[in-house]
Structure formats: structure tokens, C-alpha cells
């Protein structure tokens, strides 16, 4: 992983580091959306932008269930982005080379990726939401990994609901709800009941739900 996940890996063999992220890209179709990405991208179209869905996997599956504003803070398999300018960050299919240049302003190009040893994206963002949100779920993820394993700390601390949603691991002690199951069976109940509820209502408190899904995926960060 060491070689294909790190900025050092990357100056040493830049070549190699392409080729494994083209070879994941290229993969992305052989994935499907579950009932849970599919049940998160319903909620949305309830709760519009009082949701926050984000998600430490750098694959499409939230987007092929339909979802349009998921924060991946572990970056996109499906985006490239310069090497210059980091706020240069464009859509890309198919096979990167090393003379692939940036569209607006022809510097190489790197996959938009986070290696090891770098800031996850989106922080700013992540960190309001977190201080605003009325509800935070979540869901799948092991939360070993720091910064996201604090996410429900933070949120805790500033008088959100924590929800849990989980196979193996126990929740946390001040967890307010945890549905022990697989995510591919309990979101989409949760999320049916939860739509029906006066929490998804416009209000003087503005509702943000944070939710935050499994580790994992394309690129297995643990
Ligand atoms: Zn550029």
C-alpha cells in the first residue's frame, strides 16, 4: 500500500501509482449500489441540502444511487487533479497517463486521491456541519480512523442525536440509538421511519443530518 498510497511512493514511481488507480477506476462498474446507498439518496430528496453524506470511499457507488452532493473527504476515483493547483480538481473516465495535463492550466495531473500522511478534503465543511447538525448517524464505518472517528464526538458535544448502525462493533456510551444489522438492511428501514418524522421538517433549527458510511471500498484505508 505503502507504494501506491503516499506521496513518496508517487514521486518515486509515478507510473505505478497510475496505473493502479486506472485499474480501480476501471473496476467501478463491476461495484453496485446497495439498498443503503439507494435509501441515503432518497433521503436526500427529503432533506435537500440539510443533509451531509459523507463518505470515506473514493468510488461512485453514492452516485449511481442517485445522490448529487455526497463530501468525499478521502477524494474520487472518478476525478483528477493538478499538480499546481490544487483547487484544480476535474471529472475524469478512463486511463490516466503521466502526460495527462490539467484542462485549465496544462500541468500534470495527479489521481484525486488522499495518501497517507495527508489532510482528508472538505474539513471546513465537515467541521460546520458537524457544529450545526440536529442528527448524525453512523453507519458501517469501523471509526478507528482518525479525523473520522472523533466525527461523533463533535457532534455529540454540540447536542446532536447520535445514531449508530452496525454489524459487529458496539457503540459508543453516548450513542442515543444504535441498530445492530447490516447497513443494507437497516439504513433503508431507518431512513423510511425517519422521513415520516417532524425531524425532517423545515424549522427555526435547521435539521442537518450527518451521516458518515463504511470504510473501505476500492481503496481498503485500514
Ligand atoms: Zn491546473
Redesign the pocket.
Known sequence: MEDVATPEGFRRDPELVISFYNKLRRNLPNAQPNPAHRALARLETVLGNRLCLVTQNVDDLHERAGSTRVVHMHGELRKLR?R??PA?VVPFDGDQTEDTS?P????PMRPHIVWFGEMPLRMDEIEAALSDCTHFAYIGTSSQVYPAAGFRHTAKARGAKVLCINLEVEPDPGTDLFLRGAAGTEVPLWVEGFSRTDATREGPRSVRLWLLEPDGGPVDRN
Open positions: 493538478c499546481r493547483d484544480h490539467c485549465l492550466c496544462g500541468a
